[in-house]
């Protein structure tokens, strides 16, 4: 074996070459491996794509251009994750704008920034129920929340306006009643008549067509949280071309049967499908 000596120094050239043939095999997989972990990687233009799609699909929802349309909200997406930036009106807002969001196709995460402007209420303060029950009522399809006025004082809710019949007038009692935190219930609505009623419904139906499915499973989680009967119910809700589809426990029968109501008379809903466990007694 060849040897190359000086001073200080001693160089073993066959070892090198036996090196050196041993190493090629290892280098020779570098450019595979190189090539596997591009394919790997989604290219840039993908991720930008998809996150634009996030962007637009955010502003043009229904949640988004019709309750969100006053507030200064900034949508932000980066691969899936995306933030929100701005201030909203109420705190109600806040929370609607990261569950429409959160059910757009390709979002991963929201990291939610936003403000309300001037500060949150009180937990339970007049104010604070009062924003509470108009939310709930804009949610839902059978009463007239536009027309309806809602003011709080110790826990009562006075509520004023027109109501298209008995029946609807009775309903939003009936929903008011149900939200969290409040007492108790003056309906002092006038009742302005049937044919107001079928246009209403009229005007409900074609509305509903153009409901989004993000919006629509960010209202119905809304609704759900929001009454008192079923807050702290353990519920799953996805939506697909207007069918709601809700899993999870319920504590009997007819709590499941209110998550169906409630759910059913959400604008946009057009079918529930109740897949909820029955886990108390009957």
């Known amino acids: 074996m060849p040897r190359v000596q000086g001073r200080g120094y001693c160089i073993d050239i066959g070892s090198n070459e036996k090196k050196g043939e041993t190493m090629k095999?290892?280098?020779a997989l570098f450019p595979v491996l190189?090539?596997?972990l591009l394919l790997a990687i989604?290219?840039?233009?993908?991720?930008s794509k998809?996150?634009?799609?996030i962007e637009a699909s955010a502003k043009k929802s229904y949640v988004f251009e019709t309750y969100l349309k006053g507030d200064d909200i900034k949508i932000q997406s980066r691969d899936g994750v995306v933030t929100l930036t701005g201030s909203v009106l109420e705190e109600s807002h806040k929370s609607l704008a990261q569950e429409t969001v959160a059910e757009l196709p390709g979002v991963k995460k929201v990291d939610n920034q936003l403000e309300?402007?001037?500060?949150?209420?009180?937990?339970?303060?007049?104010?604070?129920?009062?924003?509470?029950?108009?939310?709930t009522l804009l949610f839902h399809r059978n009463v007239n929340a536009v027309k309806t006025e809602v003011s709080v004082k110790d826990a009562i809710v006075t509520l004023r306006g027109d109501a298209a019949s008995q029946a609807q007038k009775e309903l939003t009692t009936e929903y008011a009643k149900d939200v969290?935190?409040?007492?108790?219930v003056k309906n002092e609505m006038t009742v302005s008549g049937a044919s107001t009623s079928a246009a209403s419904t009229k005007k409900h139906k074609t509305v509903g067509e153009k409901i989004d499915d993000a919006s629509i499973t960010a209202q119905v989680k809304m609704t759900l949280?929001?009454?008192?009967s079923t807050s702290a119910v353990s519920t799953k809700v996805k939506t697909k071309h207007g069918v709601v589809t809700v899993s999870g426990n319920a504590g009997n029968a007819a709590e499941k049967s209110l998550v169906t109501k409630l759910a059913g008379?959400?604008?946009g809903v057009k079918k529930v499908a109740n897949r909820m466990t029955v886990t108390g007694s009957k």
């Open 116 to 135: 309300v402007r001037g500060g949150s209420p009180a937990v339970n303060s007049d104010i604070w129920l009062a924003t509470k029950v108009k939310t």
């Open 50 to 53: 998809m996150d634009n799609r």
């Open 265 to 267: 008379d959400v604008k």
């Open 34 to 36: 190189t090539v596997a």
């Open 25 to 27: 095999p290892a280098f």
């Open 225 to 228: 949280l929001y009454h008192r």
């Open 180 to 184: 969290t935190g409040v007492k108790d």
């Open 42 to 47: 989604p290219p840039a233009h993908a991720s």
